[in-house]
């Protein structure tokens, strides 16, 4: 007796699945670069600012097309960072921290933030009295949360969203100004990591390698065009276009990149992930 072969469409051959996501941006409407405080930042070169919005709502659309929601905040004139929507707080469960940045001239972002969070249904949001700058330098990658320090937020910050969350937070630290945040080093992918080595301290490298047998570990070349500054929704990676070897790695390993060109974000040292404050729910 012969089989047949069953009347439907193939399944995808890795075990990767997309989970749909809720992620909060706000448009560029005000982006500019008229400060410099972080290394890419050039105050003196001019800024394409429909070129950013115009790349900016393709990320959003491309979000979107790939199922996840996506809420705005808006945006605040005088404000030209807010674009950075990762740096806003940290959304996980039912918990919200909101940010208090290192600098001042993004010191009003964290109450502009505060307000959006605080407009949505959680059980409690919290106006941080450290200086934290959310997701720039929180990555919850599991079931814990790995946080960044050196450049922006303080040790004291990870203590306070250790106790806020009540979750396991581990502190790494960053020794490379232009790699200022975490998330511009270090990309959770589901249960795992990619991260750039040499953004770290030895004490830190050695702790992920340790936490992350099977980390992803990326080349020069991609912490240079913050490839590590990606998105992914357990199977797709949103990053740059600009990523030389990571696209190649990441598929490797089951999952699918999503190319995205941001430019003219890049200018003030932003990628995709700090356009992109996940709301993340409780695991
Ligand atoms: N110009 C901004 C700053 O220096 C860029 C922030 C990028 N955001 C991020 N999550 N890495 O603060």
Known sequence: MTSLAPLRAPEPSGTRRPTARRYLMCRPEHFDVYYAINPWMDATAPVDRALALAQWETLRATFESHGHRVDVIAPEPGLPDMVFAA???????????????????????????????????????????????????????????????????????????ATFFNRPVVTLDLVDPRFYHLDTALMPLGDTIAFYPP??????????????????????????????????????????????????????????????????????????????????PAR
């Not at 993004?106 to 997701?135: C, D, M």
């Not at 030389?244 to 003030?268: A, C």
């Open 199 to 280: 953004a770290f301290t030895r004490e830190s490298v050695t702790l992920l390698s340790a936490l992350y047998p099977d980390a992803l570990i990326a080349t020069e070349d991609d912490a240079n065009v913050l490839g590590l500054n990606g998105v992914c929704d357990g199977y797709h990676v949103f990053l740059t276009d600009k990523a030389v070897t990571l696209p190649d790695q990441l598929r490797e390993r089951g999952y699918l990149p999503v190319p995205i060109d941001l430019s003219e974000l890049l200018k003030s040292g932003g990628s995709v992930k700090c356009c992109t404050m996940e709301l993340h």
């Open 87 to 161: 740096n806003g707080g940290l959304a996980l469960g039912d918990r919200a921290l909101s940010a208090r940045f290192a600098n001042p001239e993004r010191a009003a972002e964290g109450p502009a933030y505060h307000r959006w969070l605080s407009g949505q249904p959680f059980a409690k949001v919290h106006a941080a009295t450290e200086i934290n700058e959310g997701e720039g330098d929180f990555a919850v990658v599991g079931p814990r949360i790995l946080a960044g320090s050196g450049f922006r937020t303080s040790h004291a910050a990870h203590h306070e969203a």
